[in-house]
């Protein structure tokens, strides 16, 4: 293990402003760094969000996002992913209920990406809500109600059989399940 002087660590904290760069920098962990630094007395502070990266952030993060490349604009701004997106949960830019990246693909089936929404939100269903069917060697499956297939309370749990009744019965008569069980 190699020795690395005070002055060595804070020339170059000093110049690089980040205790991973500068571990790097001198054969050190970024922790061991941290604790150097802090036992030297030198403020380590990240400095302020400013109003300059406010903009660039509310500018470009849902671009940035739907690319998959936070990463690119954390490095823009001299900051941490996680940090980027700390901020910009705080200033309302992200969304929880949207698409993830990963379940959007080129020519895929939009139904089958809204089916998996759902999944990833309410569960998969294992029992029908309209026959009472709850046998687990049976298929189920999320059916839409209304045609609002972007709202994932849209949908209610149906074994297959009463899933494709449902769907013929809304296909040919513009049928709606809730009206007809009332």
């Known amino acids: ?32 760094v941290h604790e150097r630094v802090k036992r030297l007395g030198i403020k380590t502070k990240y400095p302020p969000f400013t109003d300059k990266e ?3 952030l509310v500018d470009e993060y849902i671009k940035y996002r739907n690319l998959g490349e936070l990463q690119r ?8 992913k996680q940090f980027i997106c700390r901020k910009a949960r705080e200033l309302g830019l992200t969304d929880p209920t949207r698409l993830k990246p990963y379940a959007i693909k080129k020519e895929s089936n939009p139904y089958a990406r809204y089916h998996a929404r759902v999944r990833s939100k309410r569960g998969s269903p294992k029992l029908c809500q309209v026959c009472g069917e709850n046998n687990p060697r049976k298929w189920y499956d999320w059916a839409n109600l209304t045609g609002n297939y972007h709202d994932p309370d849209d949908y209610m749990r149906m074994c297959r059989r009463c899933h494709r009744e449902y769907d013929k019965k809304r296909e040919t008569k513009g049928g709606d399940l809730d009206a007809e069980r009332k």
């Open 1 to 32: 293990m190699t020795k690395v002087s005070s002055e060595i660590i804070i020339e170059s904290y000093q110049r690089l402003q980040n205790v991973w760069k500068v571990g790097k920098e001198v054969g050190l962990c970024g922790q061991s």
């Open 73 to 80: 604009l954390a490095e823009k701004l001299n900051r941490t």
């Open 54 to 56: 406010k903009h660039v």
